[in-house]
Every structure is written in C-alpha cells, then in structure tokens.
C-alpha cells in the first residue's frame, strides 16, 4: 500500500512538472564535451582521439575571460610587499639583513 502512495505521489510529480529531471541541468563540462562531439564528427581513430582531448583541455574564451577579469587588484600594502621583495631579492639579501631591510622598506 505505502510503495502504490510513493508512485502516485511521483506521478503526479511528473504530471504536474515539478520533478526535476537530471537532464536539465547539464554542467559545463557536460556542455563542453557534447560541443566537442558535435565538432569531432566525422573524425575517427586516433584522428578523432587526439582532438577530443585536445578540444575538451582548451579553455573555452568565456572561461579565459573571466579567469582574467577575476584577478583581484593589490592593495597598497601588498603591492608595497611585493616591491619590498623583489628589492631584497635583486640585493640578494638574505637572514638578518633581508628582515632589516624589509622592515625599513615596509615602513617607509
């Protein structure tokens, strides 16, 4: 009795349109690898080996647009940081002398 309620129940689920189908939702990758299909047709063997992983490892230009436009801006300080080391470094400072210079150069 209770397994014919559950079926009613996802029936009319189905029926009603509420059911979420695992189809619907693809994910990017999913996207990407039936792009790569549809591109890869006619293509057999090896020939057809060699571009689908050459296809499916390309960043796709949206991706590498937004993996840019992501890269956050330095604050003052960590941009006066990162002079500060390349300094020391171009001093080869090393030890005591490179935490000497550090702190002088971040203070001033």
Do not use: H, W
């Amino acid at each position: 009795m209770k397994s014919r309620l559950m079926l009613s129940a996802v029936a009319s689920l189905f029926a009603a349109g509420l059911a979420i189908s695992p189809v619907a939702y693809a994910t990017p990758q999913q996207d990407k690898m039936k792009a790569c299909n549809a591109d890869a047709k006619g293509k057999k063997g090896d020939e057809r080996k060699a571009f689908m992983k050459e296809c499916l490892s390309a960043k796709r230009p949206e991706e590498a647009s937004a993996m840019t436009s992501q890269q956050p801006t330095m604050s003052p300080q960590q941009q006066k940081m990162k002079n500060c080391n390349a300094d020391a470094k171009a001093k080869a400072l090393a030890g005591d002398e490179r935490k000497k210079f550090m702190s002088t150069c971040l203070k001033g």
